[in-house]
């Protein structure tokens, strides 16, 4: 790309009042429909903007206000390309076929800010997104699907969040791969990131990717804004372990909304996560090693269901008391606070107290500690 043009493509995602697919409509017209570049585009009267584009008021006001701004954006270009970093724009063959085909025209970005090997956009890929708290199995499904990818070439995406996104950047790189971090911040302050990684960068094997203005500091709401560019990038998506809530919840359920083929893990016995309602909503249920499991939740007969339900309800009971509304909330089983309530009155180890609402309790949980000075764990095994 030509240098005096990447200062008007940082500008156009600057520009304030117009969303992606409003910015991405104007490259469009701009460069292909009427052959121009985007300088010459700013170059043009006031006129020209309303007659050939249709443009008028506040679209005008702030296109002329962006090209005063011009002359930072220079500055700032200059900043990155001399620490190494690349724009790549979405009519560039550098951007990744992946991302636009997930994304379409109406939510993929303008423009890439990167640095190390950018190849990588273009190769296989899968997502491992997960909890930030993540159990000791989600992080180790994580390593197994990380190990999984590096084996078959395939790059791992991931967005740099403690927990599973951090162990499967761990894992792609101790399993010689080729991963990619997805940043919640603008390039430039990630500075510590890029040393972090500086051998993986230079070797080829790590590709730092933002979509956010390059001097953007990290911020929640950037955080939510780039899980869509994760799930965007990968042409499979694993999931390690969700909660019912948060940026795993909605980037799967959104999806499964656009019929994206999602594997979930299959959750073991007393599991407090929502993977289980993934799978009910659509999701492909895998195990431990990511392969496939035909009908997850057709395998098991009643009885065995319901001595699986026991056993959740028993670990989940031993040390609190609960409505029926609370212990279906948190072991994620499907039934109507009637059916757990009459479910744990006819089970003789549950306690049931009366209150509003009715309350339930383990009644091992009320054996006298006779021997008070001995530690607390020999009652909880």
């Given at each position: 790309m030509i240098m005096s043009e990447i200062p008007y493509w940082i500008g156009l995602t600057q520009l304030k009042g117009w969303n992606i697919e409003k910015i991405n409509k104007l490259i469009i017209s701009v460069l292909h429909e009427n052959k121009l570049s985007l300088e010459e585009f700013f170059n043009l009267s006031i006129t020209e903007w309303s007659e050939k584009f249709l443009l008028q008021?506040?679209?005008?006001?702030?296109?002329?206000?962006?090209?005063?701004?011009?002359?930072?954006?220079?500055?700032?270009?200059?900043?990155?390309?001399?620490?190494?970093?690349?724009?790549?724009?979405?009519?560039?063959?550098?951007?990744?076929?992946?991302?636009?085909?997930?994304?379409?025209?109406?939510?993929?970005?303008?423009?890439?800010?990167?640095?190390?090997?950018?190849?990588?956009?273009?190769?296989?890929?899968?997502?491992?997104?997960?909890?930030?708290?993540?159990?000791?199995?989600?992080?180790?499904?994580t390593d197994n699907i990380a190990k999984m990818a590096s084996e078959q070439f395939k790059v791992v995406v991931s967005g740099f969040a403690k927990g599973v996104d951090r162990q499967a950047l761990d894992s792609a790189i101790k399993y010689i791969g080729h991963s990619v971090i997805v940043l919640p911040q603008g390039v430039l302050t990630f500075a510590s990131g890029i040393r972090q990684y500086y051998n993986e960068i230079v070797r080829g094997d790590l590709l730092v990717l933002s979509t956010f203005f390059p001097k953007a500091p990290w911020s929640v709401q950037l955080a939510m804004a780039r899980n869509p560019i994760i799930y965007g990038l990968a042409d499979e998506i694993y999931v390690a372990q969700s909660d019912e809530k948060g940026?795993?919840?909605?980037g799967v359920t959104d999806g499964l909304r656009k019929d994206r083929?999602?594997?979930?893990?299959?959750?073991?016995?007393?599991?407090?996560?929502?993977?289980?309602?993934?799978?009910?909503k659509g999701a492909k249920a895998v195990d431990f090693d990511g392969n496939l499991i035909e009908e997850p939740l057709k395998d098991v007969a009643p009885a065995d269901k319901d001595e699986e339900i026991k056993t959740r309800v028993y670990d989940l009971l031993k040390d609190k008391e609960l409505s029926s509304v609370e212990i279906i909330k948190r072991t994620n089983i499907e039934w109507s606070a009637r059916k757990m309530t009459d479910f744990l009155k006819s089970l003789n180890d549950i306690k049931t107290i009366k209150g509003k609402p009715i309350k339930f309790r383990y009644k091992f949980s009320e054996e006298p500690q006779l021997f008070v000075s001995e530690p607390q764990e020999i009652y909880e095994k």
């Open positions: 008021g506040n679209d005008i006001v702030a296109l002329l206000n962006l090209k005063i701004e011009i002359p930072n954006f220079s500055f700032l270009t200059e900043e990155l390309l001399l620490q190494g970093f690349e724009i790549i724009t979405i009519n560039s063959e550098d951007y990744s076929a992946t991302l636009k085909s997930n994304l379409k025209l109406k939510h993929s970005p303008p423009v890439l800010y990167v640095k190390g090997n950018k190849k990588i956009l273009n190769e296989k890929s899968i997502a491992i997104v997960g909890s930030r708290n993540a159990s000791e199995v989600s992080l180790k499904f940026g795993t919840w909605a083929t999602i594997y979930v893990r299959y959750p073991e016995r007393g599991e407090l996560n929502a993977n289980l309602k993934l799978i009910q």
